[in-house]
C-alpha cells in the first residue's frame, strides 16, 4: 500500500543570494568569423562537403561532426517555418534561401501578419557589434527575391574572446534547522548548534542528522561567541568578488560549546606578524556589528584576538 | 566478475593559458582526434562516450555535451556527462571504467576539459560553499587550502621548505612535458621568496590556469588487441568522499585517499607501496597537497612527507618519481587533470612516453581528487 504522508509545503521568508560573474568567451573560428563579420553586414554560414549549408556558420557538422570545407555568405532573404510570442517579442525560425538549418531570430511583426512559409528578410541594427542581435531582426517582405548562397574571397579575423556576463539570483529555503539559527543570531545575538547525539557540543551549523553516526541530533544549544582557531590563512590577493582590504586572515574557528567549524575573518595590520601571532590555537572572539542585525553571519563583522 | 580494463589510446591539447584560437568544443575536439587516431580508432568503433569538465560556472555553458557531441561526432550514442570538481576527470574514467568492466561496453570514450581562462576560477569556487553559512568569507579553494596547510605545519611538520621542494621539483620536470605551457626551472628559494598569496600558499606554490583537454580510449581485453600489443591495464580504481563539516573530521590526514588507496591496493596486489610502484602521477592543486598524498597513498608514514620529499627519493630519477610529467605545475586545465594524469602513467607502463619516460616502468600509480581532501582517488595502472 502506497500512502501519502501527512505533510505540506509551507510559506516561509527566503535567503536572498546572487552570483554575478563576468566571463570572455572564446566563439571558435566559426562563430568567431560571423560575429566578426557583422559590422560588414553579411551572414556569414558553413558549407560542408556534403554540400550541406548551415547558417550561423559552424565549427563542426551537427550531423557527423565533420569540419566545413568553406565558410560562404548566406543570402539574407529566408522564410519563416515557426514563430511564437515571448513576452511580446515574437520569436522565429528563418530557413536563409540555400541554406540547410533554421536560424532563431526576432520577427519584427505582430503574430496577426505572418504565416509560416512567410517570406522575410534581415534588418540590420548598425549600433550594435560583435554580436547576433546585429542583426535586429526578420520583417516580413512578400516580394523578396530568392537568395543565393555565395563565394567568399575573404573574411575578417575571428573573434578571439567575446565578453559575456552572468547574474544568477536564488531564493534558498531555510528550512527549520537554518531558520531556527538565523533567527536566534538575528533577534537575540547568540549563535546556535543542535547537540551531537551522546555528545554536549553542538554541530554547527545545526543539522537534522548527524554526519558520523547518521542518528538524529539532540537538543538545541548556544554556543558562545569566543572560540579557537582551528585553521587559518593570510589573505594577500586581489580575488574577484572580494572586496575586502588585504591583508586580512581567514579562519576557521570552533567555537566555545561547538564541535564544527565556522568559517570567519580577522583583520591584521601586518602580514609579517600574524604570521606567528594568529595561528592554529588562537583563541578569538566575535566583534558583532553596530547596526541592526540582519540574520545573516556577517552580523559578527569579524573576529580579533584575544590577548593573553 | 569484473572484465580487464585498458587503457589503449591517449591523446591530449598543448594546454595554454588561453586558446582564443578554439571554442571549448573545438579544444574537446583536439584531444579526441588525438586519442582516437592513437588507437588506431575512428568514432564508429566507440560504444560508449563519457565527458568531464568542472563546475559549469568555470565557463558558463550548461550541460555543455550537448554541444560537445555535435564537436566530436559523438551523435546517437551512449553519453554521460560527469562533474566532480577537480577530480572531474577522473571521476569521468572510472565511469568508463565501470562500464567497460561491467561489460556494457567494448570501448569508450572518455573527455575531460575545462577553458579555464573564460571564467573567474576563485569566484567559482567559492559557490561550492554554503550559502548560508561561509560562502561570503570564501575566498575559492586556496584560502582553505592554505589554512589547512597551515594547520598541517604544526601536527605533520609540512613546512613551507617541503612544499617548496615539491614546487621546484615539479616546475623543474614541466620543461621536458610537450604539452605543459609552464617552462620555467625556479629553485626553493625562489618559491620561498615568492609573493604570499593566501600565506604560506605562495606564487610559486600554485599551478598556471589553463585551457586544455585530454581524452583516452578504454578498452575490454577482447578488443584492445586491434590498438596497441601493450595497453595499460587498469589494476584498481577508486574514489571516495567524505563528509564535509562533521565533528571528527580533522583535515589532517586524507581519509577518502587513505580509503581509496586500501582498496585499489587489494585489488592490485599492493603491499609495499614505496618499493613496488616504478613512478607515481599526482594532482597537486597546490605544492602543499603533494606532501599529503605521499602520507595517504602510503609513500611513506604520517608526518614524514618533509624528510621524503627532502631525500630525493621523489625526483625524476630517485626510486618513486613523483610526477615526472610536471604535475599541474606544468599545466592545469582543472576538469582535464585527473585524464592528463592517467595518460602519464599510461603512456610510462606502455614504454612510449616519449619525454620523460621512466626506465622500465611496469607499475604506475595515479591519484586524483577534488576539494582539499573530500574527494579523492587512485587508480593502479600496470603494463
Given at each position: 500500500m502506497y500512502s501519502a504522508p501527512d505533510s505540506y509545503a509551507i510559506d516561509l521568508p527566503t535567503f536572498h543570494s546572487e552570483i554575478n560573474l563576468p566571463y570572455t568567451l572564446t566563439p571558435g573560428r566559426a562563430a568567431g568569423t560571423f560575429l566578426a563579420e557583422v559590422k560588414n553586414q553579411r551572414i556569414i554560414a558553413s558549407r560542408f562537403a556534403s554540400g550541406r549549408v548551415v547558417a550561423p556558420a559552424q565549427d563542426f557538422s551537427s550531423i557527423d561532426g565533420e569540419e566545413p570545407e568553406a565558410f560562404v555568405e548566406a543570402p539574407q532573404t529566408g522564410t519563416l517555418t515557426a514563430f511564437t510570442r515571448v513576452d511580446g517579442q515574437v520569436i522565429g525560425l528563418v530557413r536563409l534561401d540555400g541554406c540547410d538549418n533554421e536560424l532563431v531570430h526576432r520577427i519584427l511583426a505582430d503574430l496577426d501578419q505572418l504565416a509560416i512559409g512567410q517570406r522575410v528578410s534581415a534588418e540590420w541594427d548598425?549600433?550594435?557589434?560583435?554580436?547576433?542581435?546585429?542583426?535586429?531582426g526578420f520583417v516580413p517582405t512578400p516580394d523578396a527575391a530568392v537568395g543565393t548562397v555565395r563565394e567568399l574571397v575573404a573574411t575578417e579575423d575571428p573573434l578571439g574572446v567575446i565578453p559575456y556576463a552572468m547574474k544568477l539570483d536564488f531564493e534558498h529555503a531555510y528550512g527549520p534547522y537554518y531558520g531556527r539559527l538565523f533567527d536566534e543570531i538575528r533577534e537575540n545575538g547568540r549563535v546556535m548548534g543542535v547537540r551531537q547525539p551522546g555528545h554536549d557540543t553542538a554541530l554547527l551549523p545545526p543539522r537534522e542528522i548527524d554526519d558520523i553516526s547518521h542518528a538524529r541530533t539532540g537538543t538545541w544549544k548556544a554556543c558562545a561567541d569566543t572560540g579557537t582557531i582551528r585553521a587559518c590563512s593570510i589573505i594577500n590577493m586581489e580575488v574577484y568578488g572580494v572586496t575586502r582590504k588585504v591583508p586580512y586572515v581567514y579562519a576557521e574557528i570552533v567555537l566555545d560549546g561547538a564541535s564544527t567549524k565556522m568559517i570567519h575573518v580577522i583583520e591584521i595590520d601586518d602580514l609579517e606578524t600574524a604570521k606567528t601571532t594568529i595561528k592554529p590555537g588562537t583563541r578569538v572572539k566575535a566583534v558583532w556589528s553596530t547596526g541592526e542585525r540582519q540574520g545573516r553571519v556577517s552580523d559578527i563583522e569579524r573576529f580579533e584576538v584575544i590577548e593573553a | 566478475m569484473a572484465r580487464h580494463v585498458g587503457i589503449v589510446g591517449v591523446g591530449q591539447t598543448h594546454h595554454a593559458r588561453r586558446r582564443t584560437d578554439v571554442s571549448q568544443a573545438g579544444l574537446v575536439r583536439e584531444a579526441v582526434d588525438r586519442a582516437l587516431a592513437d588507437a588506431k580508432l575512428s568514432m564508429d568503433d566507440i560504444d560508449t562516450v563519457v565527458i568531464a569538465t568542472g563546475?559549469?560556472?568555470?565557463?558558463?555553458?550548461?550541460?555543455p555535451e550537448k554541444w560537445v557531441v555535435d564537436a566530436i561526432g559523438a551523435q546517437g550514442k551512449s553519453v554521460v556527462r560527469l562533474t566532480s570538481g577537480g577530480g572531474a576527470g577522473f571521476a569521468g574514467a572510472l565511469s568508463g571504467y565501470y562500464q567497460v568492466a561491467g561489460g556494457y561496453s567494448e570501448r569508450t570514450l572518455v573527455v575531460a576539459y575545462d577553458k579555464l581562462s573564460e571564467g573567474q576560477l576563485q569566484y567559482s569556487i567559492s559557490t561550492l560553499y554554503d550559502p548560508f553559512w561561509g560562502r561570503e568569507f570564501a575566498v575559492g579553494i586556496m584560502g582553505f587550502s592554505a589554512a589547512y596547510w597551515r594547520a598541517r605545519m604544526d601536527v605533520l611538520g609540512h613546512t613551507e621548505e617541503a612544499a617548496a621542494m615539491v614546487a621546484a621539483k615539479n616546475r623543474k620536470n614541466a620543461i621536458a612535458n610537450p604539452y605543459a605551457h609552464v617552462k620555467k626551472e625556479v629553485s626553493v628559494e625562489d618559491v620561498l621568496n615568492s609573493k604570499p598569496l593566501c600565506w604560506p600558499i605562495k606564487l610559486l606554490d600554485v599551478p598556471p590556469i589553463s585551457d586544455g583537454a585530454a581524452a583516452i580510449v578504454l578498452a575490454s581485453e577482447k578488443v584492445a588487441h586491434h590498438s596497441t600489443g601493450r595497453p595499460a591495464w587498469i589494476r584498481g580504481m577508486a574514489y571516495c568522499c567524505e563528509a564535509?563539516?562533521?565533528?571528527?573530521?580533522?583535515?589532517?590526514?586524507s581519509e577518502p585517499l587513505a580509503l581509496a588507496s586500501r582498496q585499489v591496493y587489494r585489488a592490485a596486489g599492493i603491499t609495499n607501496p614505496r618499493r613496488q610502484f616504478d613512478v607515481v602521477e599526482v594532482q597537486e592543486p597546490y605544492s602543499c597537497f603533494e606532501l599529503n598524498y605521499y602520507e595517504s597513498l602510503g609513500l611513506c608514514p604520517p608526518g614524514q612527507a618533509a624528510e621524503l620529499v627532502a631525500s630525493g627519493?621523489?625526483?625524476?630519477?630517485?626510486d618513486i618519481p613523483v610526477n615526472p610529467s610536471g604535475g599541474c605545475m606544468g599545466a592545469n586545465p582543472i576538469g582535464a587533470v585527473g585524464v592528463i594524469r592517467l595518460i602519464e602513467a599510461a603512456t610510462q607502463v606502455m614504454g612510449r612516453n616519449e619525454s620523460h619516460q621512466i626506465k622500465d616502468a611496469n607499475l604506475a600509480l595515479v591519484q586524483s581528487g577534488g576539494g582539499w581532501a573530500n574527494l579523492r582517488g587512485c587508480a593502479v595502472l600496470s603494463a
Amino acid at each position: 500500500m502506497y500512502s501519502a504522508p501527512d505533510s505540506y509545503a509551507i510559506d516561509l521568508p527566503t535567503f536572498h543570494s546572487e552570483i554575478n560573474l563576468p566571463y570572455t568567451l572564446t566563439p571558435g573560428r566559426a562563430a568567431g568569423t560571423f560575429l566578426a563579420e557583422v559590422k560588414n553586414q553579411r551572414i556569414i554560414a558553413s558549407r560542408f562537403a556534403s554540400g550541406r549549408v548551415v547558417a550561423p556558420a559552424q565549427d563542426f557538422s551537427s550531423i557527423d561532426g565533420e569540419e566545413p570545407e568553406a565558410f560562404v555568405e548566406a543570402p539574407q532573404t529566408g522564410t519563416l517555418t515557426a514563430f511564437t510570442r515571448v513576452d511580446g517579442q515574437v520569436i522565429g525560425l528563418v530557413r536563409l534561401d540555400g541554406c540547410d538549418n533554421e536560424l532563431v531570430h526576432r520577427i519584427l511583426a505582430d503574430l496577426d501578419q505572418l504565416a509560416i512559409g512567410q517570406r522575410v528578410s534581415a534588418e540590420w541594427d548598425l549600433a550594435v557589434e560583435q554580436s547576433v542581435l546585429a542583426i535586429k531582426g526578420f520583417v516580413p517582405t512578400p516580394d523578396a527575391a530568392v537568395g543565393t548562397v555565395r563565394e567568399l574571397v575573404a573574411t575578417e579575423d575571428p573573434l578571439g574572446v567575446i565578453p559575456y556576463a552572468m547574474k544568477l539570483d536564488f531564493e534558498h529555503a531555510y528550512g527549520p534547522y537554518y531558520g531556527r539559527l538565523f533567527d536566534e543570531i538575528r533577534e537575540n545575538g547568540r549563535v546556535m548548534g543542535v547537540r551531537q547525539p551522546g555528545h554536549d557540543t553542538a554541530l554547527l551549523p545545526p543539522r537534522e542528522i548527524d554526519d558520523i553516526s547518521h542518528a538524529r541530533t539532540g537538543t538545541w544549544k548556544a554556543c558562545a561567541d569566543t572560540g579557537t582557531i582551528r585553521a587559518c590563512s593570510i589573505i594577500n590577493m586581489e580575488v574577484y568578488g572580494v572586496t575586502r582590504k588585504v591583508p586580512y586572515v581567514y579562519a576557521e574557528i570552533v567555537l566555545d560549546g561547538a564541535s564544527t567549524k565556522m568559517i570567519h575573518v580577522i583583520e591584521i595590520d601586518d602580514l609579517e606578524t600574524a604570521k606567528t601571532t594568529i595561528k592554529p590555537g588562537t583563541r578569538v572572539k566575535a566583534v558583532w556589528s553596530t547596526g541592526e542585525r540582519q540574520g545573516r553571519v556577517s552580523d559578527i563583522e569579524r573576529f580579533e584576538v584575544i590577548e593573553a | 566478475m569484473a572484465r580487464h580494463v585498458g587503457i589503449v589510446g591517449v591523446g591530449q591539447t598543448h594546454h595554454a593559458r588561453r586558446r582564443t584560437d578554439v571554442s571549448q568544443a573545438g579544444l574537446v575536439r583536439e584531444a579526441v582526434d588525438r586519442a582516437l587516431a592513437d588507437a588506431k580508432l575512428s568514432m564508429d568503433d566507440i560504444d560508449t562516450v563519457v565527458i568531464a569538465t568542472g563546475p559549469v560556472l568555470f565557463a558558463a555553458v550548461n550541460q555543455p555535451e550537448k554541444w560537445v557531441v555535435d564537436a566530436i561526432g559523438a551523435q546517437g550514442k551512449s553519453v554521460v556527462r560527469l562533474t566532480s570538481g577537480g577530480g572531474a576527470g577522473f571521476a569521468g574514467a572510472l565511469s568508463g571504467y565501470y562500464q567497460v568492466a561491467g561489460g556494457y561496453s567494448e570501448r569508450t570514450l572518455v573527455v575531460a576539459y575545462d577553458k579555464l581562462s573564460e571564467g573567474q576560477l576563485q569566484y567559482s569556487i567559492s559557490t561550492l560553499y554554503d550559502p548560508f553559512w561561509g560562502r561570503e568569507f570564501a575566498v575559492g579553494i586556496m584560502g582553505f587550502s592554505a589554512a589547512y596547510w597551515r594547520a598541517r605545519m604544526d601536527v605533520l611538520g609540512h613546512t613551507e621548505e617541503a612544499a617548496a621542494m615539491v614546487a621546484a621539483k615539479n616546475r623543474k620536470n614541466a620543461i621536458a612535458n610537450p604539452y605543459a605551457h609552464v617552462k620555467k626551472e625556479v629553485s626553493v628559494e625562489d618559491v620561498l621568496n615568492s609573493k604570499p598569496l593566501c600565506w604560506p600558499i605562495k606564487l610559486l606554490d600554485v599551478p598556471p590556469i589553463s585551457d586544455g583537454a585530454a581524452a583516452i580510449v578504454l578498452a575490454s581485453e577482447k578488443v584492445a588487441h586491434h590498438s596497441t600489443g601493450r595497453p595499460a591495464w587498469i589494476r584498481g580504481m577508486a574514489y571516495c568522499c567524505e563528509a564535509d563539516n562533521a565533528a571528527e573530521r580533522s583535515l589532517m590526514l586524507s581519509e577518502p585517499l587513505a580509503l581509496a588507496s586500501r582498496q585499489v591496493y587489494r585489488a592490485a596486489g599492493i603491499t609495499n607501496p614505496r618499493r613496488q610502484f616504478d613512478v607515481v602521477e599526482v594532482q597537486e592543486p597546490y605544492s602543499c597537497f603533494e606532501l599529503n598524498y605521499y602520507e595517504s597513498l602510503g609513500l611513506c608514514p604520517p608526518g614524514q612527507a618533509a624528510e621524503l620529499v627532502a631525500s630525493g627519493a621523489t625526483q625524476i630519477d630517485g626510486d618513486i618519481p613523483v610526477n615526472p610529467s610536471g604535475g599541474c605545475m606544468g599545466a592545469n586545465p582543472i576538469g582535464a587533470v585527473g585524464v592528463i594524469r592517467l595518460i602519464e602513467a599510461a603512456t610510462q607502463v606502455m614504454g612510449r612516453n616519449e619525454s620523460h619516460q621512466i626506465k622500465d616502468a611496469n607499475l604506475a600509480l595515479v591519484q586524483s581528487g577534488g576539494g582539499w581532501a573530500n574527494l579523492r582517488g587512485c587508480a593502479v595502472l600496470s603494463a
